[in-house]
């Protein structure tokens, strides 16, 4: 039996406190060259936006959040610029919003809207 598709959230970020508020500053005072635009559109200066929390959690795919070190460690073959949204249908995962569709959305609705009409497809 095939493994359910799994929507993969990844963040070109460092997680933890310390890299959290790291990014908190630079997206404040420098938000042009903060280099993670998902991260800036589902994340405020201290926590995730309530809009984008809800989507995940009512999403119709089991929802796995990476940072940019575990994802490549968890798929060290898989070479796509970050941040990334993708789909992962047991051994392949496929882009579904790369870094390059990910630098012109501006807003947690439009992301959501690009990744809902993505799954419909």
Do not use: Q
């Not at 963040?11 to 933890?16: L, S």
């Not at 200066?45 to 959690?57: G, N, S, T």
């Amino acid at each position: 039996m095939a493994a359910a598709p799994r929507l993969l959230i990844v963040y070109n970020a460092e997680e933890g406190v310390v890299a959290g508020v790291k990014d908190s500053l630079h997206k404040w005072l420098k938000p042009e060259t903060y280099p993670c635009r998902l991260c800036a559109v589902t994340h405020g200066l201290v926590r995730m936006d309530a809009k984008w929390k809800r989507f995940l959690a009512r999403v119709p795919l089991e929802v796995r959040v990476y940072h940019r070190p575990d994802f490549r460690s968890r798929y060290p073959a898989l070479d796509v610029a970050l941040p990334a949204v993708l789909v992962e249908h047991g051994r392949e995962a496929e882009v579904l919003i790369g870094a390059d569709a990910l630098a012109g959305i501006d807003t947690v609705d439009a992301l959501i809207a690009a990744i809902e009409a993505r799954l419909a497809a």
